[in-house]
């Protein structure tokens, strides 16, 4: 299947759903702006995913109109995409530009204009149409379009027009296709967690006591950018000692030091698909004793959460799975009292672990590191109340991520202090469990070793 085919399949199957829907209507998405940074300076320009995920195009100022036109039994689906014209003079400043000319067969479009005749054609096309497909509350400005354009349909009334009049939010169908992950996506996301493993590894034989951590970033860096990722995934975390139990420490130029531990969470960008891992390695390459302990509870959590990690389950279960595992372990290492708590399901139950662990362990990946998605079942004859977690499916991805962060306090041994640990994994579900993608980089403390000693 070629890039164009992908897309326009899942246009496709995007107008079945608003046919099914509503029996018809009109679609209408846009990419995202340019963003200035200071003065005249931009920061690097991204698409928006969901357009990204309907066109397969990258330039700033497009818009995607769908329009689908139903008779009860089967739709018909017409693509406009607006786009930059081509211009001789912006594009020797800006690069190239496809242009409308160009764009039906490089996208397999069937008609595109000018992003210049976006507010008069869409008066055109919304007219007569019943239900319009937008992201809603999304931007004053793109209210002010929308508001631009209804007044043209609006104004074309005593000529027999109707204006629509139902509004539905498109992200809701479009991230519900996004939840499911295709060949295509699964095999970018693969490539792009093996670069990330890469720059992990780097950055664990690089490492070396008196290094600050900006230097490890520019390792991971290098890795991904001489691998060919556009971008990184997200804002990378390189935190040596303390640090590590800021949950999203940037990066800093604190000295790495021997004895402590340097947490990484970083992952690149790769055509538009996120990964996202984490790894927790001595600065020395030598775990000291209670690093080691608390690890490997860590590492036990994350194996126990991934055995859950199947078709069937629900999302909560590796998450319960990886509780169970660290609040057993905090309990035995006295970071809980049992005296107190009286039970590991109490520890459970009361949230005593929340202390030392505060987040969940798992999110959707995709194009965004927390994709999107929804994490409850439809569940349509529920009338109220919580719906349930979402039963985790074949094509889903999910990250896997107990962690452990221990910070000084009277009541804590010494020994555990500033010991931050997280373990991330990228999980593609299958048929019969999870692959992991991002095991290229070492996680037993043992090959983490081997591999800093042999650095
Ligand atoms: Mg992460
Ligand atoms: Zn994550």
Known sequence: MNKTNT???RRNQLAERIFTKTGGGIAVISTAPELARNRDSEFPYRHDSDFYYLTGFEEPGATLVMKVDGDGKSFRLQSHL???PKDSEREIWDGIRLGPEAAPDALGIDYAHSNKELDQKLGDLLADQGAVYIRLAESAEADRRLRYWMKQVRGQAR???NPPSEFHDIETLIHEMRLFKDVHEI????????????????????CKPGMREYQLEAELLHEFRNSGAQSVAYNSIVAGGANSCILHYRVGSTELRSGELCLIDAGCELDGYASDITRTFPVNGKFTGPQRVLYDITLAAQEAAIAMTKPGNTFMQPHEAALKVLTQ???????LKLSELGSLENAIETGAYRRFYMHRTSHWLGMDVHDV?????AAQNLTGGEKPWRILKSGMVITVEPGLYIRPADDIDEAFWNIGIRIEDDAVINDSGCELISRGAPVKTDEIETLMKNA
């Not at 095999?187 to 093996?194: G, L, Q, S, T, Y």
């Not at 372990?329 to 970071?335: H, N, P, V, Y």
């Not at 998605?373 to 079942?377: A, F």
């Open 7 to 9: 897309y326009q399949l």
């Open 82 to 84: 607006f786009c930059r």
């Open 159 to 161: 000529s027999g027009v």
């Open 187 to 206: 095999d970018i996301m693969r490539r792009a967690a093996e670069i990330s493993a890469r720059a992990h590894i780097r950055a664990m034989q690089i």
């Open 329 to 335: 372990g905090l309990l035995d290492e006295k970071l």
């Open 373 to 377: 998605g929804s994490y409850r079942e």
